[in-house]
């Protein structure tokens, strides 16, 4: 026996290079607003609160791996079947089902940027080619370039309307003639966390895409209207092939029963989710009205947040002023600050915040 070697086992290449995970400040006290995850502030449905507490005597079983209850639910409100849809650990669990079953290593996912953080991240992970096509002036999705971005290792193409951080969505006739452009061999995954918070015609209609395209995929969150972002549950809408798929690169129960309860109620609640979306969307647009009186230059947002382009001086001032008032917000270096639009008392210690930064910063 020769002494042991000290070294430790080393992670691949591909995890090594990942940025660290910096863990977000919790809110400590009720004085600091969580405006930095475009979270719903209203405590969870009252339906989705009674189905949790009636399953919690289940939670020495696993729970339905193939979540059939919930698939069902979710294939009558939206008109296809339970074989087109697959559920997962979050929109984001999904995602990496999507990336992990599709792309091999060396293959090119397409996305714009700014956009969601996690999808370099989940790219590289796969050990497939993160593409970044920058947004446009008007701080959407430049379809012409990332069609232009295509090659023969294309395999994955996201969109996401409204785009997290900006808040711009991408038009119905802007996606379908993107769609006709791109070969039907690459998966067009439309990611519509916040679909709910958009106006009606504002987006695409993804449902009518997805039946005259099959390679296209929606995914989709209980997360942010539906006040869910705790259990961590989403899904997918693709070909019963692609779906089926995606359902066998799951982590076995990876949706706890808790979470498949609460969604199903969630979606027999629809109506009062929808009133609570109706008092964001009238809130980011007091928001907005007030912020454009001020002086600020935004995009309109069809998200439930609103964003500030800033240069790293202005975004340093912004983050110090948010800090020292207790407001969570998200930075993005050299990019600039999202903030989620939330409760009116919230929204308006943003509102006196931003005013006082008017004048010295823009
Ligand atoms: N897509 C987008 C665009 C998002 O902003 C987020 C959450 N920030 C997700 C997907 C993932 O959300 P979840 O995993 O909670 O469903």
Known sequence: LT???????SLRGAVAGLPPYVPGRRSAGLDIAALASNESHYEPLPAAAAAVAAAAGTMNRYPDSAAVELRERLATHLGVTAAE?????????????????LCDAGDDVIFAWRSFEAYPILVELAGARPVRIPLDDAEGHDLDAMAAAVTARTKVILLCTPNNPTGV????????????AVRSDILVVIDEAYVEYAEAGSGPDSLALYRQHPNVCILRTFSKAYGLAGLRVGYAVAAPAIAEGLRRTALPFAVSALA???????LDAGGEMEARVAAVRQERAR???????????LQPSQGNFLWIRADDHLLATLVDAFDRAGIMVRAYQGDGVRITVAAPASNDRVLRLLEAHTASTI
């Open 169 to 180: 969505p991408i038009s119905h006739e802007c996606i379908e003639a993107f769609l006709r």
């Open 287 to 297: 928001m907005a009205a007030e912020l454009e009186v001020q002086g600020w230059r």
């Open 85 to 101: 849809i697959a559920v997962g650990p979050g929109s984001v669990g999904v995602l990496q089902q999507i990336i992990t079953g």
């Open 260 to 266: 498949q309860k609460a969604a199903v109620a969630s």
């Open 3 to 9: 002494a042991p070697d000290t070294a430790l086992p």
